[in-house]
């Protein structure tokens, strides 16, 4: 990756220091340039994995066409797998990454007075990554927090699914067994409490 492109898909001004990386900038701290110059990558970048990191990029900063091309990039997923890792136990973290820019342009459009045209337009592409997760090992606790503050119930049935899928694989899904339970818990008890009961479990089993 040139430099050029680098500190498009990358930088984070001095002045921004509550950001982490390039995702989490608000947008008094986005240039209508580099916008631009994002946009230009997502659409004539000859790079695959360049357009996947601009579609992310433009997703969190609340750009329709960064979500759209998110898509597409999640249905050939064999294509950008690996593109993140998870820093301690290195499995393939390209889900979450996804997960956490989906979620950000929710809150970015939201912002901008459309939080339930932006509920519609997330719906789709967070099933595919819940799909993702039942037989991947990366996190999706993010969701778990965009259900509880945005009351987003239509996420339950697939996060019951999810549980089902996962739940007698521990040694691939860890912490993400309790997470989901817990979850449940709060708002379909009778539904988590139940599938524990038919599988000789309580929460505590799936302290890990």
Known sequence: MDVATNDLLCRVPESADYAVDATDL???DIPQSRVDGVRH?????????????????????????????LERHIDEYEKVAGTF?????????????V???????????????????ARAQI??????LILLANRMPFEISRLFDFVRSE???EYLPLLERHLQSIIDYPEVHGWKIKEVIEL???FDAEFALALLRSKGKALEDFNF
Request: charged share 25%; proline share 1%; hydrophobic share 45%.
């Open 26 to 28: 608000d947008p008094e």
């Open 41 to 69: 990558l997502l659409f004539y970048a000859t790079d695959d994995a360049q357009r996947f990191l601009a579609a992310r990029l433009l997703a969190s900063w609340g750009y329709h066409e960064g979500l759209v091309e």
């Open 85 to 97: 890792t998870h820093r301690m136990y290195g499995y393939d973290d390209t889900g979450r990454q």
């Open 99 to 117: 997960l956490m820019a989906v979620i950000k342009y929710f809150a970015n459009v939201a912002d901008r007075g459309d939080a339930q045209g």
């Open 123 to 128: 719906y789709v592409l967070i099933e595919k």
């Open 151 to 153: 009351r987003a119930f």
């Open 184 to 186: 449940l818990l709060d």
